[in-house]
């Protein structure tokens, strides 16, 4: 680098070693992590071209969770960089249940407790009956024995 291009941060060199370890191309990290590619190099290379000067970069911390989560750095590592918010921040995702890591509990879902909550503004027929569509409950016997010997005695 010469004298006019800035030191890239060590949370970019971070980020920069882990995209190697972790075998990803910029473009699918960026990707991966919601950014332009364009950006995702800009805060890796710790600056960015403007009018052909290289004026420093560094990441929001939300920037910095985000492409962090895509190639494996830990909060630690974001700590001994001296991105103190952002390694909290990942902390506080990583404790955080998502749809796609689940809590191992289905009914902590919010999708769960939306339908449950719906059902409840159901009648209690009408509740049995979505329920025994999805196959959560079957209707007394009684019910479906009855009903084709009344048609049949009403027909005959």
Request: proline share 9%; glycine share 8%; net charge negative.
């Amino acid at each position: 680098m010469d004298a006019q291009t800035p030191q890239p941060p060590a949370e970019a060199v971070l980020i920069k070693e882990a995209l190697r370890r972790a075998r990803l191309s910029g473009r699918e990290a960026a990707r991966r992590a919601g950014k332009s590619e364009t950006r995702w190099r800009q805060i890796v290379n710790g600056y960015q071209d403007v009018g052909g000067v290289r004026i420093p970069v560094v990441a929001p911390d939300e920037t910095l969770v985000d492409m962090a989560q895509v190639v494996g750095v830990t909060s630690d590592q974001l700590r001994q960089a001296g991105r103190g918010t952002a390694a909290d921040l990942l902390d506080e995702l990583a404790a955080t249940p998502t749809h796609a890591s689940g809590s191992g509990d289905p009914a902590s879902s919010p999708q769960v407790e939306a339908i449950a909550a719906l059902l409840a503004t159901l009648p209690p027929e009408a509740q049995d009956e979505v329920l025994r569509r999805v196959g959560l409950a079957t209707p007394p016997p009684a019910q479906e024995e009855e009903a084709p010997t009344l048609r049949h005695r009403r027909a005959g």
